[in-house]
């Protein structure tokens, strides 16, 4: 990570850390990387989305960038409208799962690809200067809304197969999928009930989407529905819901995904890329179905990188980031929702059945701190951790990480027994609040 970009990007409360002129520092800093590239970006429905769309278009064009502004958009959308449309760059405005006061920039290369931790490295350098060209050779804006069919179309493409019969809540997350997620259901064939899919532009990720499941839940068990998907902010994240009102989270979903594939002989090297995070409960059943897990650091443009390497084409996170790489450069969950559908379509079991699977048990607590990198650097919070370690023994493990968008200090630890995962949690949280509070 640098100084601006975190594991997604930038990220930061607007007008605090994320302010116009970093924006607009931002976009002069990659329209001048390239002679006269060509940017797509779009964004989520935040309200200070065009705000910093405009300063972002406004620095990249003031060094000879060519703008397509295509509106409110998935982040998948914009990666694969780079690709299609021959840009120079993707860039999308959005804070994916923060609330409204949060945004972002995410920006993506001609290929659909996050930019790697290189790249953006070398893009920050570029941050302290301004760069101007004669007004002859200033760059263009231009808009184009319609070209979200094209994404529509390609998600429409990679379903085979009628979900007629189908009932399904949708939980948009008052995001970027508020509008695209119930049309492409409706269009497959599925009975969509919709939750959490408006614009207002200040009550995205608020209580609804992929952090807050519960209304999905509810819908689903009302409506007596198949099962039911939530998305966040930008719709890169899905959880899914049962029809008994279970919870799937990522990990899930890559266990189900992988189990499907390989049995389908389409799972290359029968082998599924996690993270430090994924659930060694999910390792040992993919283990016995013959099938590999590896694990990167936590954040999907890392999981994709292992992807790309090893020439895979199946990886996720716990949070819901899915990678189908024979589909999309990126986590989308409109598409990961629509092959779990067609799972449900070719193999006639319910979602209940097919996410059968055993978990460790897993304490995750987030703590919200003053100075991260302290805390995380602290002498004390190692030896605690290393003493926890031992007394958790084999078949457990504990990771203590900063977050990449948010001044916290995520702790999990997971072990065979819910209590001692519990206990250990709670006291490395404890051991954190100190070292926050205090010089330790």
């Known amino acids: 990570m640098g100084i601006f970009f975190g594991t997604d990007g930038i990220r930061g409360k607007v007008n605090n850390e994320l302010t116009f002129d970093l924006a607009y520092k931002c976009g002069n800093a990659l329209g001048s990387s390239l002679d006269k590239p060509s940017i797509v970006i779009g964004q989520d429905t935040r309200i200070t989305g065009n705000m910093l769309c405009t300063a972002f278009s406004g620095g990249a064009m003031c060094a000879g960038a060519n703008i397509i502004d295509i509106g409110v958009c998935p982040t998948a959308g914009i990666a694969y409208l780079t690709k299609v449309l021959g840009a120079d760059f993707g860039v999308v405005i959005s804070a994916s799962h923060n609330t409204a006061e949060y ?112 209304n999905l839940i509810n819908s689903v068990l ?30 899930i979903i890559i266990f189900m995904l992988a189990k499907y594939l390989k049995n389908n002989q389409n799972l290359t090297k029968n082998t599924v890329v996690g993270t430090r995070h994924t659930n060694m409960g999910i390792e040992h059943e993919l283990n016995r179905l013959g099938i590999k897990l590896e694990r990167t650091d936590i954040g999907d443009k890392y999981v994709l990188e292992k992807i790309e390497n090893d020439n895979l084409n199946l990886g996720g996170e716990k949070s819901g980031h899915i990678i189908l790489r024979d589909f999309t450069t990126t986590g989308d969950g409109i598409l990961t929702a629509i092959k779990l559908s067609e799972m449900v379509v070719s193999l006639k079991k ?70 001692k995962s519990t206990i250990s949690a709670n006291k490395i949280a404890s051991i954190v609040k100190i070292i926050d509070n205090k010089e330790v």
Do not use: W
């Open 350 to 419: 319910p979602l209940s059945f097919l996410s059968k699977v055993t978990l460790y048990p897993q304490c995750n607590i987030d703590c919200v701190v003053s100075d991260k990198m302290r805390v995380i650097n602290s002498e004390k919070l190692s030896e605690v951790i290393n003493n926890e370690e031992k007394t958790l023994g084999k078949d457990s493990r504990i990771m203590v990480r900063v977050s990449g968008t948010e001044n916290k200090i995520r702790i999990m630890v997971e072990a065979k027994q819910e209590d």
């Open 103 to 214: 945004n972002g920039i995410k920006i993506f290369d001609e290929n659909g690809f996050k930019l790697g931790d290189t790249r953006e490295n070398a893009l920050e350098r570029r941050f302290v200067h301004t760069f101007t060209i004669s007004s002859a050779r200033i760059g263009t804006y231009k808009q184009n809304f319609k070209l979200t069919k094209l994404y529509e179309n390609h998600l429409l493409s990679c379903c085979t197969t009628s979900l007629a019969g189908l009932k399904i809540v949708i939980d948009a997350s008052n995001g970027a999928s508020y509008k695209i997620a119930p049309k492409i259901f409706s269009r497959l064939g599925a009975t969509v009930i919709k939750t959490s899919c408006k614009n207002d532009g200040k009550n995205i990720n608020n209580r609804c989407g992929s952090l807050h499941p519960e």
């Open 222 to 251: 009302k409506n007596n529905a198949n099962f039911g998907f939530a998305f966040d902010g930008d719709s890169d994240r899905i959880i899914a819901c049962d029809e008994n009102g279970n919870l799937i989270d990522g990990d």
